[in-house]
């Protein structure tokens, strides 16, 4: 029994570890469906004595695409019907309100069979945090699915602290789930995420982008009394989170994955140099959809995502466009992360600008 747990957590662990991002996973398996041996959703209806009733036609799709407006947390921006696309072919969508354990949390759902098919979190304005997974898994043969729900929330990173949960030194407890959520055993693991380099990541729509690098490690504990007397490294992954973007990349066992694209955010305006040098960068473009904004009437304003604020100066020069440049003092070493919110007959768009300080 105690392997079946250990080969059970193991697995959806390390599907944890290689997950990216990616877009809406169309056949997936959901929360609470009844799963074949093979993995795929039972579908068949039981029998009730009265004909089911039609399925209604699907209404019309929206006429212009989704934008996602930056008001919450900047590093991991989150919009229903917005899909993030990896370069291994993962696609990640997100939808609220998922209740895992006793609290609503984010679920973001994954493309790929290799990915698992969601991961739980919480996102407040300044912390993400872990909360478990659900995913497919091969197991003498068979696909079985189950999931892995965090007694407590694991603290992922902290921007406005700048700094992850550190090491747990004491074992957490977590449920193995089958799929319609029943709770098949207990086991205890350790967590650590600490803060690694920040520095550019590169990226297919966005190029070059800032992004700190997390480093993320789980190890399957035997304690005794809640003290870990052994330990079985399950997972030691990184992945780099950049404003306004999100999971820009993730690395697994040598392989990183990168952000291809996402449909519905703006091009971030980038600036990267060596500290003490950013009074004397060069002003830089608004640009929305990968054109200039020379609107006088639209209003735009700055929103700022991290603790230094008044960083950034937003003006119409003489180029005939909107302009953004670093005035004030000089900012510290690290990532900074701001918004120009721009409103056009009463629609939003924001446009992340992202810092790097070396």
Same mark, same amino acid.
């Given at each position: 029994?105690?392997?079946?747990?250990?080969?059970?957590?193991?697995?959806?662990?390390?599907?944890?570890?290689?997950?990216?991002?990616?877009?809406?996973?169309?056949?997936?398996?959901?929360?609470?469906?009844?799963?074949?041996?093979?993995?795929?959703?039972?579908?068949?209806?039981?029998?009730?004595?009265? !004909?089911?009733?039609?399925?209604?036609?699907?209404?019309?799709?929206?006429?212009?695409?989704?934008?996602?407006?930056?008001?919450?947390?900047?590093?991991?921006?989150?919009?229903?019907?917005?899909?993030?696309?990896?370069?291994?072919?993962?696609?990640?969508?997100?939808?609220?309100?998922?209740?895992?354990?006793?609290?609503?949390?984010?679920?973001?759902?994954?493309?790929?069979?290799?990915?698992?098919?969601?991961?739980?979190?919480?996102?407040?304005?300044?912390?993400?945090?872990?909360?478990?997974?659900?995913?497919?898994?091969?197991?003498?043969?068979?696909?079985?699915?189950?999931?892995?729900?965090?007694?407590?929330?694991?603290?992922?990173?902290?921007?406005?602290?700048?700094?992850?949960?550190?090491?747990?030194?004491?074992?957490?407890?977590?449920?193995?789930?089958?799929?319609?959520?029943?709770?098949?055993?207990?086991?205890?693991?350790?967590?650590?995420?600490?803060?690694?380099?920040?520095?550019?990541?590169?990226?297919?729509?966005?190029?070059?982008?800032?992004?700190?690098?997390?480093?993320?490690?789980?190890?399957?504990?035997?304690?005794?009394?809640?003290?870990?007397?052994?330990?079985?490294?399950?997972?030691?992954?990184?992945?780099?989170?950049?404003?306004?973007?999100?999971?820009?990349?993730?690395?697994?066992?040598?392989?990183?994955?990168?952000?291809?694209?996402?449909?519905?955010?703006?091009?971030?305006?980038?600036?990267?140099?060596?500290?003490?040098?950013?009074?004397?960068?060069?002003?830089?473009?608004?640009?929305?959809?990968?054109?200039?904004?020379?609107?006088?009437?639209?209003?735009?304003?700055?929103?700022?995502?991290?603790? !230094?604020?008044?960083?950034?100066?937003?003006?119409?020069?003489?180029?005939?466009?909107?302009?953004?440049?670093?005035?004030?003092?000089?900012?510290?070493?690290?990532?900074?992360?701001?918004?120009?919110?721009?409103?056009?007959?009463?629609?939003?768009?924001?446009?992340?600008?992202?810092?790097?300080?070396?």
């Amino acid at each position: 029994m105690k392997l079946l747990k250990f080969c059970l957590l193991f697995t959806l662990l390390v599907g944890m570890a290689a997950c990216s991002g990616g877009g809406t996973n169309k056949d997936g398996v959901e929360r609470n469906s009844s799963t074949t041996e093979e993995g795929g959703t039972n579908t068949e209806t039981p029998p009730t004595g009265e !004909e089911p009733e039609p399925t209604p036609e699907p209404g019309p799709g929206p006429e212009s695409p989704i934008s996602v407006l930056l008001d919450g947390n900047l590093y991991f921006p989150i919009a229903e019907g917005v899909t993030w696309h990896y370069d291994n072919g993962d696609e990640v969508t997100f939808t609220t309100g998922e209740v895992i354990q006793g609290r609503t949390l984010v679920s973001m759902h994954h493309s790929l069979d290799a990915m698992p098919r969601e991961e739980y979190l919480r996102v407040t304005d300044n912390e993400i945090e872990y909360g478990g997974l659900f995913a497919f898994f091969a197991y003498q043969g068979a696909a079985v699915a189950g999931g892995v729900e965090f007694h407590s929330l694991r603290r992922v990173y902290d921007h406005v602290l700048d700094k992850g949960e550190g090491r747990s030194f004491l074992a957490k407890t977590a449920d193995l789930v089958d799929p319609d959520g029943n709770v098949v055993s207990e086991v205890e693991y350790l967590w650590s995420s600490r803060i690694g380099e920040k520095q550019l990541i590169e990226t297919g729509q966005f190029g070059l982008v800032p992004a700190v690098e997390l480093q993320v490690n789980i190890d399957l504990a035997v304690t005794a009394s809640g003290i870990p007397i052994q330990t079985f490294p399950v997972i030691e992954t990184s992945l780099w989170l950049s404003p306004g973007l999100g999971i820009v990349g993730r690395s697994l066992l040598g392989t990183t994955i990168r952000l291809e694209r996402v449909d519905g955010i703006q091009a971030p305006v980038v600036f990267a140099f060596d500290e003490g040098t950013g009074l004397a960068q060069t002003p830089k473009q608004v640009m929305v959809d990968g054109s200039a904004v020379t609107d006088m009437e639209a209003d735009l304003v700055v929103a700022y995502g991290t603790n !230094e604020m008044d960083w950034l100066n937003l003006e119409f020069d003489g180029t005939g466009s909107w302009r953004v440049s670093l005035t004030g003092a000089e900012l510290p070493v690290g990532i900074h992360g701001a918004v120009v919110q721009m409103t056009r007959n009463g629609v939003r768009t924001d446009i992340p600008v992202s810092v790097l300080v070396r």
